[in-house]
T-cell receptor
Framework: DTGVSQNPRHKITKRGQNVTFRCDPISEHNRLYWYRQTLGQGPEFLTYFQNEAQLEKSRLLSDRFSAERPKGSFSTLEIQRTEQGDSAMYLC?????????????FGEGSRLTVL | AQSVTQPDIHITVSEGASLELRCNYSYGATPYLFWYVQSPGQGLQLLLKYFSGDTLVQGIKGFEAEFKRSQSSFNLRKPSVHWSDAAEYFCAVGAQGFGNEKLTFGTGTRLTIIP
């Protein structure tokens, strides 16, 4: 068990550019979550997948954001036309629907800085 | 909608002293309640959770929390803190049922330990 892995750990980009983050969950976990954490705040739910199906999206996820989990394993979160307000830590978490309820295993996050 | 309030932004405690971190929640039914800890450069880690049953729950690292329905609270306690407990602590609430890992987090309490 290598834990949840996120890449890149830190991304600096200019406003208007596109960025993509990748999350590799714990291999046997079928649920995958994306959260966003801004400075001084707790994580906020963005979206989640059960296997390859995206089951829910938060209203925080504007149409510039898209998440995929094409084969039910890793996931990508893409932000198009980045804005300074997108600067945050993007957290990925995974869990198993058959295991301990409610326990999310978080990655270390991908920090986005938009200049 | 569910919400979580952590009234203390920053708490400083002497090593060896007792600790209590406050958490109040708002949810229409019996909630699922969690405490997570976030150390610098690390992902969030689950300390403990409450689903039902005994209202005093034990977690890892010597932490415990008590669910008090009448006060809508789920305060975290530790009888004697260690320097390694310095971190950010987040209380979270989840809805019952499918997708209960879609958590709503509080804004966190930063814990500083002084010698």
């Amino acid at each position: 068990d290598t834990g949840v892995s996120q890449n890149p750990r830190h991304k600096i980009t200019k406003r208007g550019q596109n960025v993509t983050f990748r999350c590799d969950p714990i291999s046997e976990h079928n649920r995958l979550y994306w959260y966003r954490q801004t400075l001084g705040q707790g994580p906020e739910f963005l979206t989640y997948f059960q296997n390859e199906a995206q089951l829910e999206k938060s209203r925080l996820l504007s149409d510039r954001f898209s998440a995929e989990r094409p084969k039910g394993s890793f996931s990508t979160l893409e932000i198009q036309r980045t804005e300074q307000g997108d600067s945050a830590m993007y957290l990925c978490a995974s869990s198993s629907s058959g295991a301990t309820k409610g326990e999310l295993f978080f990655g270390e996050g991908s920090r986005l800085t938009v200049l | 909608a569910q919400s979580v309030t952590q009234p203390d932004i920053h708490i400083t405690v002497s090593e060896g002293a007792s600790l209590e971190l406050r958490c109040n929640y708002s949810y229409g039914a019996t909630p699922y309640l969690f405490w997570y800890v976030q150390s610098p450069g690390q992902g969030l880690q689950l300390l403990l959770k409450y689903f039902s049953g005994d209202t005093l729950v034990q977690g890892i690292k010597g932490f415990e929390a008590e669910f008090k329905r009448s006060q809508s609270s789920f305060n975290l306690r530790k009888p004697s803190v260690h320097w390694s407990d310095a971190a950010e602590y987040f209380c979270a609430v989840g809805a019952q049922g499918f997708g209960n890992e879609k958590l709503t987090f509080g804004t966190g309490t930063r814990l500083t330990i002084i010698p």
